[in-house]
């Protein structure tokens, strides 16, 4: 292993690894892994990457976990990035891809930072981990604690997507809702870590999850032969996972795998619905502000306040990235038009590929350009109830 | 490309690649792809393929599209095959492994055969094609056409998932409900095929669909490090993906990559409510017979009569296998057993992880032998319309 300690992503103080840490202890604000990189690079070469399997923890030299310690894992990682020049031209991109993470175990990205903190949390002798949700996420640890028999109480708003729901019964979570949304339900888990001693796994609140999420951008450059895409579209909820791509790439640079200083452009795509970082970055300011009334249907990205907001218009200002929202009417235009080329995504990834003709407009994104849009869920976890209204035949049918 | 012909699977009358075709023009049985294999050895290597991406796509030799080709593709392809210890103890064999297709696109491996499908399609210079279908492989065909440009005609009963007629719709392919079973929609393709020139792509009737599948068996041997489990168990509803495993071994054996005459047990999995090749199997008859009043909550293996039955018949003969039949009650125990291990599986992969503990019973299996279970979809394509029962709590709940 080559973790050397935790650092604190505001005022850099360090902390041991090794034993259970959420914040940091003096600012209260997120811990980042850290590595002895130059170690790294010592033991582990792009060449030396190509023939291991197609999961994420290929990158096990770059992962909080100890060496010879069994991850807990679906296969999760290596989703593919795909072309899709058709779904391009409709969207005014002719260098479309999309990295399609609803092809993650549990459907969304939530699988890889699942797989990493539940991990993590089994390594440091965590019994009973407990989280907010909007949904996925609640999914995805769900599935991990149930492989690792690890305990998980888990709160999600009454709203969230009912799939989401059966999957925590389902994997035996404790699953609760509450009469609000993803903060409230943080709230309630905050007060149970105080009384019951649970150990909070909320998004940014422990260092683990933001790892595995790293390994979408770790992905993307091997994907692309150890290079970075001119943009890169994240649909930011909590955030978690557009600061973990943009940790693989400072990572990367400092191993010399990618050219130094030479960033993708990092573009947070919200609801307008729900915009509290699209709202701070117009503004100018270093931090989000609560967002009342959050409503979308993106389920994912009705996080009205991220404990990691900062880190995400930092890397937004940092990469000469930005910052956009998309209305709901958008968002399920560009989820139909998605589907005719091929492709059913969750309206997450749709608010995603409609950042593309919005940034468009704007002049802000070149029609060739190669532009990496993060699909994080499969449109699977956002089925129709009911059946569509379609020509029934008799058995003797003529076509 | 190094295909040399298509081959029948019956009579062995050779046709010619490289025009439109579906089944033997001798005996009306399925054809299949021939390469030539010695020519591929000299040209690929285990060791050559170990950078290559991680999609299906990386045994380019061993599919039947024209070099240089770009394939119509989602990135489907190298799902994981995942060790779980706890859910083998639970069904009693330590060894079981899963290769998880509920990952590929779609949710289901019938990604696979429609990305070669729609491929050698479009290569063929076909425009419109029809088949019949249980629900995933109308899902998969209809997501592969939207991409690649073709027209569908999708024909499927009118109690199949709601989801995978959402699906259909939403790719844009034409959606027909039958008030019977997909025999009854083969049956009205087929006068679809006669009267509109429509290109028939049900199962096994036309030789590039299996292609596809046969990579589930190139990625076992290449996953497991080129050699073979000691059993493979496949639900099987039109066989497919099993014929197409049995090609892959039996291919990888001809190169030298895998050991000679040492193929792994194969197991097809039915619902008791539809078990033609199971009654087939022990009353050793070389095809199965229709199967009257087919009824399950597996719907991808509510297949009364299929196609390609004797190569399936044939394949469980050949490397000493079985067929078993799953009730729906017990479908559904393991169901609720996987997913308290971490795997959300669908019906159909439920069945197929439930012939464990009934060869078990039978003494059939051994306890410590290393078994792949192929999850044919994922759990996501069935989703419970209505919201579980669960507590819901004040935003001021103390937890």
Redesign the interface.
Known sequence: MFVTHLECSACSRSHPAGKPANLCQSCGLPLLVRYDLEAVGRHLTPEGL??R???MWRYAELLPVPAGYPPV????G?????E?P?LGRALGCRGLLVK?EG?????SFKARGAATGVTMAKVLGIGHVAMPTAGNAGGAWA??C????LEL?V?MP?DAP??N???C????AH??????LIS?AG???A??VA??GWFEVSTVKEPYRVEGKKTMGLEIAE?LGWRVPSTIIYPTGGGEGLIGIWKAIQELQALGWLEKGRFPRLVAVQAEGCAPIVRAHRQGAPVSQFWTGAGTVAAGLRVPKAHGDFIVLQAIAETEGTAVAISDGEIERVQ?VA??????VGPEGAAGLAAVPALRDRGWLDAGEEVVVLNTG????Y??????E??????D???
Chains 1, 2 share one sequence.
């Open positions: 190509a023939g399997p197609a999961t894992t679906l296969g999760e290596m989703t593919p990035l795909v899709l058709g399609d092809l993650c175990p549990t459907g599935a991990y149930a492989l690792a028999g109480t709160i009454e009912v799939v729901m059966h999957e019964v389902a994997y035996g699953t609760y809702l509450v009469k609000g409230d709230k309630i888990v007060r149970g009384r019951r994907q139909a589907a005719k080329h091929g492709l059913y499969s449109g699977l976890k089925p129709a109830p009911v059946r569509p379609l020509p029934v035949l008799e058995v049918a003529e076509p």
